[in-house]
């Protein structure tokens, strides 16, 4: 049954207005970059810079890099805009790109084979929807399809994320996951035991996909999926932390089904530096009193800058990891936060 259909039996709540963006489908076809992986600790550099061209999805196949992006008007000036913002964030200053076409079909089929079901930690398990999974009975099965988004589970920032949820997650807390993604975040916390989880996303065709992973996981229920870029200024219209009062997150135009009441016990912030402390007084004015947010998609020389924003917000960090060279953080509200250098007593 698509997806349409089990919407109009009212299995598949449309509660982003994505009917009005225009865009529901994928493409036919992606353009896929491939280049070395390059230097030793610069793989999430040159993850970063093609993210921020556009890149829909970033895997690493052995010693390369390969990028999906979108069909674009001129490939040769994507090619020239990728080589420019690799030569911006990394030492290569020839970046070596090659360039084909893939069928979505073509991509949806290798990427299933590459990416059997998979325990990430304790009973979350990440599996693509359709495949079989012959696991403990309480195991808790984040369902995925390849539509091209990020947070397959296969990224270490994705996987930290998981981590500290599993770890940390109470029942009933209420979660606010902005930069969703395919909806990896927010399906395991609603698994774990989340009563409502407000999951927002810039990009259509993932806010698409999240959808369609939330109804394959058995969570749809319980996840609300909101097309937005989230700007600072969103929050201000926010009541302060402590005050129960049902605030309205997005302008009218926006589905009036949006609704949430502040504070928001757990906000996990998948994105990247610059976001993340643009939009940290925002997180800050909305998290309970003994709420935690998750930072992440920060790179390892990014870190102090992130952590000073942080302690200016009067948040602490509660604990850290970094893999692969990218940095995650688990921040409560609390006294000034002492930054100090990984793994330093």
Known sequence: MTADARRARGRIPDDTGAARSGVRTLPDRWLELAMPAGRPGETPLLVDALRRV??????????????????PADPAALLAEAASAIRASTSETEPRLASEWRSHEEWAAAWRTNHPPERVVGRLV????????????????????????????????????LRMLATHLSPDDRVLDVG?????????????????????????????????????????????????????????????????????????????????????HVILANLDAETVVRLLPGFRRVLAPAGWLVLSGVVRVERAAVLEAAAGEGLALSHEEMEGGWWTARLTAGEQLVVQPPGAT
């Open 54 to 71: 556009g890149a829909r999805a970033v895997e690493r196949d052995g010693d390369r890099v390969i990028a999906l992006f979108p069909p």
């Open 126 to 161: 990440v599996a693509p929807t359709g495949s079989a999974w012959q696991g403990r009975d309480d195991d808790l099965v984040i369902r995925l399809d390849p539509a091209v988004a990020f947070g397959t589970a296969e990224h270490p920032t994705t996987r930290a994320c």
């Open 180 to 264: 969703a993604g395919s909806g990896s975040l927010a399906i395991a916390a609603a698994l774990l035991g989340a009563s409502r989880v407000l999951a927002l996303e810039a990009d259509p065709l993932a806010c698409a996909a999240a959808r369609e992973n939330a109804y394959a996981s058995g969570v749809a229920d319980r996840i609300e999926v909101g097309e937005r870029r989230v700007e600072p200024r969103d929050f201000r219209q926010l009541w302060p932390p402590g005050r129960a009062r049902l605030v309205r997150w997005f302008r009218p135009r926006d589905d009036a089904r949006l609704h949430r009441r502040a504070p928001f």
